[in-house]
């Protein structure tokens, strides 16, 4: 039996839609719609336009509708995580939701850390402690306009408000819920001690649903005839990482991985959360997966390139010309720490990065090439940091590497891996969280049984590409000048 499924996956800087079919044995996929998303900004600050990004689903519903001979027979969506939106009584949305590089995020972990202490923060959710998560979003808007969540309703993170308006249906699914720092992963609940904290009623929060769950059918204007009428919307891992780990091929427990996009997740698979000492001092996170947790760090990952292009001219330097040029480049001329402050946001990326070599003692980067050969290195390096912390924390063995996602065709990137951490790199799908997303869907749509069964399809019908690690020692002793320059980096 062939059945036909539709994956619309929202990154921070494209969407796109993908139609999967199935015949029980082969998953294929094309790619039938792709739109930019990017924060826009109003009176200085940083929103999502999500009223759009409604728009270009439903574009991506039409355009299926004429595709598709018989049924499609599921929809399923990610994003983003920690993002949200507010809605009153009347169901109106008080605002269009906020960026998480809106800058009114800055002091928030400072300012709570006064209310509440944040290992105490870290013990009650698992989850790395970053100004960008929803309990310091929160917080910050209940410092600034408490008037808006007093008249909040319905707090509904990105996904839930999509999902809402393809259905009517409010809930949120586990592993965006996991995100937020708002739920407590030993309680499988939300936490109610920092929902007090962040100035919000618990009645506004949505019931959480397992991954992989059928919500019911598209609103009726948006069924119509023919190949929609019949359309199920189901909520994959709608955090468009734990769809992308979902998609990587392996098999056994001894691998990590790195999904890479705007962010670098890297990580590993566990059954339950990690929290202990450890976890807490390095800032690893446990968020959710469709089975079992995902114990991670989040890095600032092609961002940084992102930054770079927009400063250069976009269309003057694409990717593939930048990464040549960075092949042909002398190699560690200089090392940045990829999660500093400076990088986060800044109106000029190659003078931040000219910034942070400046006080850390090293020699600027006179040319494109050096820099992006520099942040492609200082990614890996920071690889290997966040993949020894892991390590240490749960005593688990690694052994293989396997890459996701934008950086998978990147093969400077995906050999410097392997050669700072010493470990074999496969780089699996270009698209993964679209892959992975579809699996989802199918495993909602009982055409598979589990993950296991999901990824045993995919290693039989792909062949990941290998590299293997070289220049140990050369590698081995520049790491440690890595280590030295980001213990400099205190006065930026």
Same mark, same amino acid.
């Given at each position: 039996?062939?059945?036909?499924?539709?994956?619309?996956?929202? #990154?921070?800087?494209?969407?796109?839609?993908?139609?999967?079919?199935? $015949?029980?044995? /082969? =998953?294929?996929?094309?790619?039938?719609?792709?739109?930019?998303?990017?924060?826009?900004?109003? &009176?200085?600050?940083?929103?999502?336009?999500?009223? @759009?990004?409604?728009?270009?689903?439903?574009?991506?519903?039409?355009?299926?509708?004429?595709?598709?001979?018989?049924?499609?027979?599921?929809? #399923?969506?990610?994003?983003?995580?920690?993002?949200?939106?507010?809605?009153?009584?009347?169901?109106?949305?008080?605002?269009?939701?906020?960026?998480?590089?809106?800058?009114?995020?800055?002091?928030?972990?400072?300012?709570?850390?006064?209310?509440?202490?944040?290992?105490?923060?870290?013990?009650?959710?698992?989850? +790395?402690?970053?100004?960008?998560?929803?309990?310091? +979003?929160?917080?910050?808007?209940?410092?600034?306009?408490?008037?808006?969540?007093?008249?909040?309703?319905?707090?509904?993170?990105?996904?839930?408000?999509?999902?809402?308006?393809?259905?009517?249906?409010? /809930?949120?699914?586990?592993?965006?819920?996991?995100?937020?720092?708002?739920? $407590?992963?030993?309680? !499988?609940?939300?936490?109610?001690?920092?929902?007090?904290?962040?100035?919000?009623?618990?009645?506004? !929060?949505? $019931?959480?649903?397992?991954?992989?769950?059928?919500?019911?059918?598209?609103?009726?204007?948006?069924?119509?005839?023919?190949?929609?009428?019949?359309?199920?919307?189901?909520?994959?891992?709608?955090?468009?990482?734990?769809?992308?780990?979902?998609?990587?091929?392996?098999?056994?427990?001894?691998?990590?991985?790195?999904?890479?996009?705007?962010?670098?997740?890297?990580?590993? &698979?566990?059954?339950?959360?990690?929290?202990?000492?450890?976890?807490?001092?390095?800032?690893?996170?446990?968020? #959710?997966?469709?089975?079992?947790?995902?114990?991670?760090?989040?890095?600032?990952?092609?961002?940084?390139? *992102?930054?770079?292009?927009?400063?250069?001219?976009?269309?003057?330097?694409?990717?593939?010309?930048?990464?040549? !040029?960075?092949?042909?480049?002398?190699?560690?001329?200089?090392?940045?720490?990829?999660?500093?402050?400076?990088?986060?946001?800044?109106?000029?990326?190659?003078?931040?990065? &000219?910034?942070?070599? @400046?006080?850390?003692?090293?020699? *600027?980067?006179?040319?494109?090439?050096?820099?992006?050969?520099?942040?492609?290195?200082?990614?890996?390096?920071?690889? @290997? !940091?966040?993949?020894?912390?892991?390590?240490?924390?749960?005593?688990?063995?690694?052994?293989?590497?396997?890459?996701?996602?934008?950086?998978?065709?990147?093969?400077? =990137?995906?050999?410097?891996?392997?050669?700072?951490?010493?470990?074999? /790199?496969?780089?699996?799908?270009?698209?993964?969280?679209?892959?992975? $997303?579809?699996?989802?869907?199918?495993?909602?749509? #009982? @055409?598979?049984?589990?993950?296991?069964?999901?990824?045993?399809?995919?290693?039989?019908?792909?062949?990941?590409? &290998?590299? *293997?690690?070289?220049?140990?020692?050369?590698?081995?002793?520049?790491?440690?000048?890595?280590?030295?320059?980001?213990?400099?980096?205190?006065?930026?």
């Amino acid at each position: 039996m062939l059945t036909t499924h539709l994956a619309i996956d929202f #990154g921070a800087e494209s969407g796109r839609a993908v139609l999967g079919t199935f $015949n029980g044995r /082969v =998953l294929q996929h094309e790619e039938i719609h792709r739109f930019p998303t990017g924060i826009i900004t109003i &009176e200085g600050r940083n929103h999502w336009d999500i009223l @759009r990004f409604f728009e270009e689903i439903k574009s991506a519903i039409q355009k299926t509708g004429k595709i598709v001979n018989g049924r499609l027979n599921t929809i #399923g969506i990610d994003t983003w995580g920690v993002d949200y939106a507010l809605f009153d009584r009347d169901g109106n949305m008080s605002t269009l939701p906020f960026s998480y590089r809106d800058s009114r995020t800055q002091n928030a972990m400072a300012e709570l850390a006064t209310e509440l202490e944040l290992r105490k923060v870290y013990d009650l959710t698992g989850i +790395q402690l970053l100004p960008v998560n929803t309990l310091f +979003q929160l917080y910050s808007e209940k410092r600034s306009t408490p008037e808006t969540l007093l008249k909040a309703s319905d707090l509904l993170f990105i996904p839930d408000v999509l999902y809402f308006y393809l259905t009517g249906i409010k /809930v949120t699914e586990f592993t965006f819920a996991t995100t937020s720092q708002l739920f $407590n992963p030993i309680k !499988m609940d939300w936490e109610d001690e920092l929902l007090h904290l962040a100035g919000i009623n618990r009645t506004i !929060m949505q $019931n959480v649903i397992l991954p992989c769950t059928t919500l019911g059918y598209l609103n009726k204007d948006l069924r119509g005839t023919g190949s929609l009428s019949e359309t199920l919307v189901v909520a994959p891992a709608t955090h468009d990482t734990a769809s992308a780990i979902a998609a990587i091929p392996a098999e056994g427990n001894d691998w990590a991985f790195i999904s890479t996009g705007t962010w670098a997740l890297v990580g590993v &698979e566990v059954k339950k959360p990690v929290i202990n000492d450890l976890t807490y001092r390095y800032n690893i996170t446990n968020e #959710g997966g469709i089975e079992g947790f995902r114990l991670l760090k989040n890095m600032m990952g092609l961002w940084l390139l *992102q930054g770079c292009r927009k400063a250069w001219g976009e269309n003057t330097y694409p990717y593939e010309r930048l990464l040549y !040029m960075a092949e042909e480049s002398p190699p560690f001329r200089f090392f940045i720490n990829p999660d500093h402050n400076v990088f986060f946001n800044p109106d000029d990326m190659p003078a931040a990065i &000219e910034l942070y070599c @400046r006080v850390t003692g090293q020699q *600027q980067p006179k040319s494109k090439a050096v820099i992006v050969r520099g942040i492609i290195e200082s990614l890996a390096f920071k690889t @290997r !940091m966040i993949l020894d912390q892991i390590s240490e924390a749960t005593s688990k063995k690694i052994n293989r590497i396997y890459l996701t996602g934008g950086g998978v065709h990147n093969k400077l =990137l995906c050999q410097s891996i392997s050669n700072a951490t010493g470990l074999p /790199v496969f780089s699996t799908f270009t698209e993964s969280t679209a892959i992975g $997303n579809l699996m989802g869907q199918l495993i909602a749509n #009982g @055409r598979l049984k589990n993950l296991s069964e999901a990824r045993a399809l995919l290693r039989y019908h792909s062949k990941p590409c &290998e590299y *293997q690690p070289a220049q140990l020692f050369k590698y081995a002793n520049v790491y440690d000048k890595f280590k030295e320059v980001i213990s400099k980096e205190s006065n930026i």
